[in-house]
């Protein structure tokens, strides 16, 4: 009987502990009047991510590079709706050069790896976008 109190005890004291969850910063891009590009900063920590949202038109070039301080930054690109990503950087590296298919907002998702995450690392990081 002992036994069975301090599971019970142990199992309250877990489900009334803290939750956590991921937090996604959301941010509309709009460029300098008369510019074509901008370079944004930011940090993430753990599994926190920073989405951004691009209007863009079908036929144009995004450009996009990702600079950052922790070898497990990256970004996807993404058309708003889509069940996968068009550019994933943890594969093809944190620059390329996207020709957008269709036209409407575009994410573009900056985050940590989950070995990064996990450890709650952080990342301070700029990220160009250009469209031509």
Do not use: C
């Not at 370079?39 to 949202?53: C, E, I, K, N, P």
């Not at 691009?54 to 709706?81: E, R, W």
Request: charged share 15%; proline share 2%.
């Amino acid at each position: 009987m002992k036994r069975h109190i301090a599971w019970l005890a142990a199992v309250t004291m877990l489900a009334g502990g803290p939750t956590f969850a991921d937090t996604v910063r959301h941010e509309t891009v709009r460029f300098a009047r008369g510019t074509s590009g901008t370079t944004l900063t930011g940090q993430v920590r753990g599994y926190d991510s920073v989405q951004y949202a691009l209007g863009v038109t079908a036929g144009q070039t995004l450009d996009v590079q990702l600079d950052g301080d922790n070898s497990s930054l990256y970004f996807n690109v993404t058309a708003a709706g889509a069940s996968a990503a068009l550019y994933n950087s943890s594969i093809d590296g944190n620059g390329t050069s996207i020709t957008i298919p269709s036209s409407g907002t575009y994410l573009i998702d900056v985050y940590l790896m989950r070995n990064a995450a996990r450890r709650n690392e952080t990342a301070t990081y700029s990220l160009t976008l250009y469209v031509e």
